[in-house]
């Protein structure tokens, strides 16, 4: 491959990055938006925020890009570019995927807790902020950071309607050169480096959030703590289920 | 915004085409993903890391990259090594190659979830290795895996229309085609838009209720 090839797969992963930037962010929003509504007192927006997820999750992200680029247009007289008009699509798709993550670890948290905010007479508002969120937010991280990468996956998709991301630089190359195998798997290579790269930053915030309030990451206890547990394991072993804990 | 009903009408013929693609694709790239995922797990499982170690990897590496990619991959490379399939048999093999990348991990959490008790069951029965995986472990880990394999299966669903950039008629393949040939772009997308969410969404339930059922 030629320097000038390559220059047009660098321009391909610009633009790649900045469209995963973009629509990260507005999923992001989303989720929460989406997410908080449905744990909502009143019952009509618990159902529109549940009629939004069951809608964008239940067709196809492609589709959902083919709508924004050529139903928007003619039907409500938006042209729009396409970086936006990918991050559009993409953001609301995986923003409704997202919510249903931010809506199962916002249940997860201990009923004591919102009790507790209760009883100290925080306003709902306060009690979402100060105590709920706090303790919901490392959870979803892992979730979150599988989401990430589908939407990372997702982001491919809009080569199709011809906007110049890292898929589309591999076909220029492959019409250039008239041969696929290296292109390809350069390319598959790129994707895998940026997705290990993303799990890594992912790992990271994890373990600063639950640090944050007093947890450790999945699957990484230290060995005192090991040897704790299984000190209390075999302690405990004699008297069973029964016993007195 | 204008809808006309007879661009609807005249679409219908060739959504039906396009469903029964989609349903074809769809129904194939399972049983491959599902097969395969089992073979996966199972590799997962033997005792050398000269068998785990590349296993892991390659799956890991399907997973992490994008399906459409894979797809231009099996549709333009393979044919380079003298290799062709017709365009719906690559789709669905790049289906079910990425997707059994997922199932793999459900079938592991299934085989994981078997209690201890049960594998020591086999050990003190005698059971050769062959049938404690027949008889006792993979007949409880399966039914567990049920509902989440069923949930891969409505993701594949939604991962179909991709199908159509390697040139397969599936629904948005048919709907492209007809909105280029009379230039009416808004009806056909809806169409199909509204067609996946009438099968994902009662499947979606469905794998719910089974979820109550099976997994206990």
Redesign the interface.
């Given at each position: 491959m030629t320097s000038g090839l390559w220059e047009l797969v660098l321009k391909g992963i610009w633009v790649t990055v900045q469209l995963l930037f973009l629509s990260a962010l507005l999923a992001g929003a989303v989720s929460f938006v989406v997410g908080i509504a449905r744990t909502h007192r009143l019952w009509i927006v618990r159902f529109l925020a549940g009629f939004y997820t069951e809608v964008f999750r239940g067709t196809s992200a492609l589709i959902m890009i083919f709508w924004v680029y050529f139903v928007l247009p003619p039907a409500f007289g938006w042209q729009l570019v396409p970086m936006w008009a990918g991050t559009l699509a993409l953001g609301l798709t995986y923003g409704a995927y997202g919510s249903e993550v931010v809506r199962g670890a916002l249940n997860a948290v201990d009923p004591a807790q919102r009790e507790g905010g209760i009883a100290l007479s925080f306003t709902p508002w306060q009690r979402m902020r100060l105590i709920l969120l706090p303790q919901a937010v490392p959870e979803m991280i892992p979730s979150f950071s599988n989401l990430l990468i589908e939407l990372l996956k997702g982001t491919a998709l809009v080569s199709v309607m011809g906007m110049g991301d890292l898929a589309f630089s591999a076909n220029l190359v492959r019409l250039a050169l008239q041969q696929s195998a290296e292109i390809y798997t350069y390319v598959l290579l790129i994707y895998f480096v940026i997705a290990f790269l993303l799990t890594r930053v992912m790992r990271g915030l994890e373990k600063r959030l639950k640090a944050g309030v007093g947890k450790r990451p999945e699957g990484d206890r230290s060995k005192l703590a090991l040897r704790r547990e299984m000190a209390d394991a075999s302690a405990g072993g004699g008297t069973g289920v029964g016993g007195i804990r | 915004?204008k809808w006309d009903w007879s661009a609807v009408g005249d679409f219908m013929p060739h959504f039906w085409d396009g469903l029964l693609v989609t349903l074809q694709a769809l129904v194939l790239g399972s049983v491959i993903s599902f097969a395969l995922g089992l073979v996966w797990a199972l590799l997962m499982r033997v005792p050398t890391r000269w068998v785990r170690w590349p296993v892991g990897v390659v799956t890991e590496?399907i997973r992490?990259?994008?399906?459409?990619?894979?797809l231009?991959?099996l549709f333009?490379?393979l044919p380079?090594?003298n290799i062709t399939f017709s365009a719906l048999t690559t789709g669905v093999v790049a289906i079910g190659l990425h997707y059994s990348t997922y199932t793999m991990q459900v079938y592991r959490a299934g085989i994981e979830g078997v209690p201890p008790g049960q594998w020591e069951a086999a050990t003190a029965l005698n059971l050769p290795l062959r049938r404690t995986w027949t008889a006792v472990i993979l007949p409880q880990a399966i039914r567990r895996v049920v509902p989440a394999l069923g949930n891969y299966v409505i993701s594949m669903?939604?991962?179909?229309?991709?199908l159509?950039?390697i040139t397969v008629l599936e629904m948005?393949g048919e709907?492209?085609l007809y909105?280029q040939q009379h230039f009416q772009?808004?009806e056909p997308?809806?169409v199909?838009?509204v067609a996946?969410?009438l099968i994902?969404?009662p499947a979606?339930l469905l794998m719910r209720a089974l979820e109550r059922r099976l997994v206990r």
């Open positions: - | 915004m590496f992490n990259t994008p399906l459409l990619v894979q231009f991959f333009y490379v380079e090594w669903l939604k991962d179909t229309p991709l159509m950039v948005l709907a492209r909105s772009f808004t997308l809806t199909i838009g996946f969410i994902s969404y979606s």
